[in-house]
């Protein structure tokens, strides 16, 4: 399994932008499709962005569609979640995730990191 660091959380006010990095110390991306989730205090982990390795291809939850923007630099081995017009809604810890071309699960997971959206 690859190791995953996410980091770029913050306190922010609602209307603001935060970008969140997903990084591998010393491990390659490559092979991987990448994907953002979140997770709010007594809820269930929800899908939020994910970008395939192979096409580019990306797809986005409803309800961050147009707002938040999943890229990847493959050759720094890094993955992007650009996040703009941020709500209260947002907010979440949000977790990097990584699923190798050949399984067809995101087995590989980051520790996560606090995005926090006042109003």
């Known amino acids: 399994q690859v190791q995953l660091v996410e980091s770029g959380g913050g306190l922010v006010q609602a209307g603001g932008s935060l970008r969140l990095s997903c990084v591998s110390p010393?491990?390659?991306?490559?092979?991987?499709?990448m994907g953002w989730f979140r997770q709010a205090p007594g809820k269930e982990r929800e899908f939020v962005a994910t970008?395939?390795?192979?096409?580019?291809?990306?797809r986005y939850a409803d309800s961050v569609k147009g707002r938040f923007t999943i890229s990847r630099d493959n050759a720094k081995n890094v993955v992007y979640l650009q996040m703009n017009s941020l709500k209260p809604e947002d907010t979440d810890i949000y977790y990097c995730?990584?699923?190798?071309?050949?399984?067809?699960?995101?087995?590989?997971w980051g520790r996560g990191t606090q995005v926090t959206v006042s109003s």
């Open positions: 995730a990584a699923r190798h071309v050949t399984t067809s699960s995101y087995n590989n």
């Open positions: 970008i395939n390795w192979s096409t580019g291809y990306t």
């Open positions: 010393g491990r390659t991306f490559s092979g991987y499709d």
